[in-house]
Nanobody, 122 residues
Framework: QVQLVESGGGLVQAGGSLRVSCAAS?????MGWFRQAPGKEREGVAA??????????EYADSVKGRFTISRDTDKNTLYLQMNSLKPEDTAMYYC????????????????WGQGTQVTVSS
């Protein structure tokens, strides 16, 4: 059983930066960040797959060039560095994990954290 605990959300002004973290217990191959704004569907933000010395990344078009996903395998922690934040980035951000390869699709991830709120003011 994989457990995920997010942290680091908060309130930031537009143009600012924020880093959210996700501490994981247990082995995972794919990890991702998803977000859901009120009244909207959950959308994939970024994913990372790591194993056997190889890593692959995937980003939503809306965050490319602004967000960076990374993973510290020693600490078993996932990060999302968010720069140049926009009000439309406001959402609950969720960490997700899978034991195998997973695309940036929420249906591919069986394990989820409780979420951390990110609010970007204009």
């Amino acid at each position: 059983q994989v457990q995920l605990v997010e942290s680091g959300g908060g309130l930031v002004q537009a143009g600012g930066s924020l880093r959210v973290s996700c501490a994981a217990s247990g082995y995972t191959y794919s990890m991702g960040w998803f977000r859901q704004a009120p009244g909207k569907e959950r959308e994939g933000v970024a994913a990372i797959r790591s194993g056997r010395g190889l890593r692959s990344y995937e980003y939503a078009d809306s965050v490319k060039g602004r967000f960076t996903i990374s993973r510290d395998t020693d600490k078993n922690t996932l990060y999302l560095q968010m720069n140049s934040l926009k009000p439309e980035d406001t959402a609950m951000y969720y960490c997700a994990a899978a034991l195998g390869w997973a695309s940036l699709n929420s249906d591919s991830y069986p394990y989820w954290g409780q979420g951390t709120q990110v609010t970007v003011s204009s």
